[in-house]
């Protein structure tokens, strides 16, 4: 089994910061640094989009346009985490966040690509 547990959504003012955690666990994923991994979101009647990405050996990033300059992705291999920071926060970013752990070499930004799924974690960014 896998697992990948997000934590640190909340409730935050325009302009503010917060700092997203995937920790990923489970048998299978002993080779937790084979896999790039990805965070994505959902706000309430829209489709799922690609937020940020990260090698498997932390050493590309990529990321949406909307987020870059603001959100930094990064990976600690030691812990099976993956972190998303997020700063400059605006209330488009209010959605829930799930990251996403792909068994290759490249990030990509289509979910379907992806082989494990975290329940996800809800950000909400007042006016």
């Known amino acids: 089994q896998v697992q990948l547990v997000e934590s640190g959504g909340g409730l935050v003012q325009a302009g503010g910061s917060l700092r997203l955690s995937c920790a990923a666990s489970g048998r299978t994923f002993s080779r937790y640094a084979s896999y790039a991994m990805g965070w994505f979101r959902q706000a309430p009647g829209k489709e799922r989009e690609f937020v940020a990405g990260?090698?498997?050996?932390?050493?590309?990033?990529y990321y949406a346009d909307s987020v870059k300059g603001r959100f930094t992705i990064y990976r600690d291999n030691a812990k099976n985490t993956v972190y998303l920071q997020m700063n400059s926060l605006k209330p488009d970013d209010t959605a829930v966040y799930s990251c996403?752990?792909?068994?290759?070499?490249?990030?990509?930004?289509?979910?379907?690509?992806?082989?494990?799924w975290g329940q996800g974690t809800q950000v909400t960014v007042s006016s």
């Open positions: 996403a752990a792909r068994d290759g070499v490249v990030v990509v930004t289509d979910g379907g690509r992806y082989d494990h």
């Open positions: 990260i090698s498997r050996n932390g050493g590309s990033t």
